[in-house]
């Protein structure tokens, strides 16, 4: 799945440890726990997030996402498990770790009083490096070299993420880790920075990790996905892994739709089918049967004009498999 | 290690751009150290003015004893405070701090790097209110006699070690406590109402020697103004200072180590 997603290949796997290094996920936890006295806020968590993609990490309000973040980012010691970020130990090699990452927790702040550039300034010299000398490119790069010189207490939240990303590029970052990246963004905000998200990605080969409530933005941002509810992550795979029904779900349009219901009602391969705006929606037992139900139509005499998965939102997908853990629960 | 150094020259420079570019904070610290000397040399002077045998001119000798002790014991104090409270927890006011965190960078450094930053600040404050108070005790002298040459740089190095040592007390509170308000609060009473009355209570015996006025009092040059003083030997003075310097500014970066981001 990964090497679909733009994981490296094999012939560029060399000897050398920096190539090896590039090589490791860029983030990997194994059985991550946070526990706040009783509480348990991430339960058992064990990811990984490929390198070069956007990941998105999905969850409620409340659902751990923020704590899993502080806990990779070194803000706070888990309970038990261990995490990886750019195949370094956290917290043990914290420092090492996140010169390699840009991170956005909860909302970006900044001295209000003082400009974008100034603000970059003070975070360009806390970082060191070259980072003073990344500062008119990441302006540009995020789009506010107009409004660089004003004071952030004048910016739009939308302009506060822009400068926090900017901030997080500072760094040249391998990783990004932004949370809540579109959190009351307007529609256009929201656009802006899925773009830039994408860019990111696709232009500039970076791993964006995103933790979000916004399961439509999570869907067209992202690459891959996990699905966290409750502490626990209940699905993590490709965005198209995750929408997909594993009950095989098929959506047929044919010439007599009729007919055709009455053929399918007599097949065993079919769980469930039912006629919906002149198309037909089943579930199949098995999800290879496709071909099988098509052959049999054509074979009866109905002519199908369309044959496809039914495709689901992962909001739909979502709500479908956080809904059946509470009536579990 | 000159990397480590150039990183370190940075982030004090970057500490003392956000401190120096709060403008209506500067010009509020500057005020409150001015602004008194103003105000009570423009009343000498009236006063002298309209009544030159019952009242002495505004400047002098005796009248610089008195700047002394503003800028020293009271409003310089007060904005050291203020600065130091400032540069302790500013960036948590901000919610910067977390974001100085996730850089990597220790801890430990980016309290130290406070230091330095808002020690610049309340020096160059105090230097300016110094200026206009010497100013002001030549100009307005009369025929009093005026402080040498040796005692008047004695007394700015003796300005910036009592606001150097309350600022760096500020900025170790407010990095304690994480809150501006409570630190400006606390450290405010203590320098304006609680200390001065400890250090006239001598009920207090030798316990007054561990008040940082009593002993930068002692060691205050120049002429006496009648301001309460506690006796000891330099040595234990400067043990209590060394004390006052060490002990709250080891507690502050202590919390912003242990501190949730």
């Not at chain 1, 991550?32 to 990811?47: G, H, I, P, Y």
């Not at chain 2, 001015?34 to 009248?63: E, F, K, R």
Request: glycine share 10%; net charge neutral; with cysteine.
């Amino acid at each position: 799945m990964w090497a679909a997603l733009g994981a490296p290949t094999l012939a560029c796997m060399q000897n050398t440890t920096a190539i090896q290094d590039h090589q490791r996920p860029a983030v990997e936890t194994v059985g991550l726990t946070k526990r706040f006295n009783e509480r348990t806020a991430v339960d058992d968590v064990s990811l990984v997030v490929p390198r070069g993609v956007a990941y998105g990490f999905l969850g409620h309000n409340g659902a751990g996402k923020t704590t899993l973040i502080r806990m990779l980012l070194g803000l706070t010691r888990s309970s038990a498990g261990s995490a990886k970020v750019l195949g370094l130990p956290v917290p043990a090699s914290r420092a090492e770790a996140l010169a390699r990452v840009g991170a956005i927790v909860e909302e970006p702040s900044f001295y209000p009083y003082l400009t974008g550039r100034e603000n970059l300034e003070i975070a360009a010299a806390i970082r060191g490096g070259g980072a003073r000398k990344r500062i008119d490119g990441v302006v540009r790069r995020v789009g506010l070299e107009k409004r660089a010189g004003d004071r952030v207490g004048t910016f739009s939240l939308g302009m506060r993420q822009r400068l926090g990303v900017a901030r997080c590029l500072l760094s040249d970052p391998e990783l990004l880790i932004l949370d809540e990246p579109m959190n009351g963004l307007d529609p256009a905000g929201m656009l802006d920075t899925r773009r830039m998200i994408r860019e990111l990605v696709e232009d500039e080969g970076r791993t964006v990790f995103i933790s979000s409530h916004l399961l439509d933005e999570v869907e067209k941002t992202c690459d891959v996905a996990a699905i966290i509810d409750r502490g626990r992550v209940i699905a993590q795979g490709s965005i198209d892994e995750l929408v997909a029904d594993r009950a095989a779900e098929l959506v047929i349009e044919c010439d007599d739709v009729e007919r055709a219901l009455v053929l399918l009602a007599q097949d065993h391969t079919v769980r469930e089918l039912r006629s919906e705006h002149g198309t037909l929606r089943m579930s199949l037992i098995a999800p290879d049967q496709a071909g099988a139900i098509n052959s049999r139509l054509v074979g009866a005499g109905v002519v199908v004009t369309r044959l496809e998965p039914a495709r689901r939102s992962l909001e739909e997908r979502f709500l479908e498999m956080t809904t059946r853990l509470e009536v579990a629960a | 290690m000159s990397v480590d150094l150039t990183v370190a020259r940075r982030m004090i420079w970057a500490e003392l751009l956000r401190l120096r570019k709060k403008r209506g904070f500067i010009a509020l610290v500057l005020v409150a150290v001015i602004a008194p000397i103003v105000i009570a040399t423009g009343y000498d002077v009236i006063q002298h003015a309209s009544n030159p045998a019952a009242h002495g001119p505004a400047g002098g000798l005796h009248n610089y004893g008195r700047l002394l002790d503003m800028l020293g014991i009271f409003m310089g104090p007060v904005a050291a405070v203020l600065i130091g409270a400032e540069a302790g927890a500013g960036d948590l006011a901000a919610g910067v701090f977390r974001d100085n965190v996730l850089t990597g960078r220790s801890r430990t450094a980016l309290f130290l790097a406070r230091v330095p930053a808002a020690i610049a600040v309340t020096v160059t404050v105090i230097a300016i209110g110094f200026v206009v108070g010497v100013a002001a005790t030549f100009a307005f002298a009369g025929g009093l006699p005026t402080p040498s040459a040796t005692v008047i740089l004695q007394s700015a190095a003796w300005l910036a070690l009592a606001n150097t040592v309350v600022c760096v007390v500020a900025i170790g509170a407010a990095s304690l406590t994480g809150s501006r308000p409570g630190t400006i609060t606390a450290l405010i009473g203590w320098e304006l109402v609680l200390s001065p009355l400890l250090v006239q209570s001598t009920t207090l015996g030798s316990m007054r020697h561990g008040l940082l006025d009593g002993v930068l009092l002692f060691l205050k040059p120049g002429p006496a103004t009648g301001a309460p003083t506690i006796t000891m030997s330099v040595a234990a003075a400067v043990v209590v200072v060394a004390a006052w310097m060490l002990v709250l500014p080891l507690l502050g970066a202590w919390r912003t180590r242990t501190r949730d981001a």
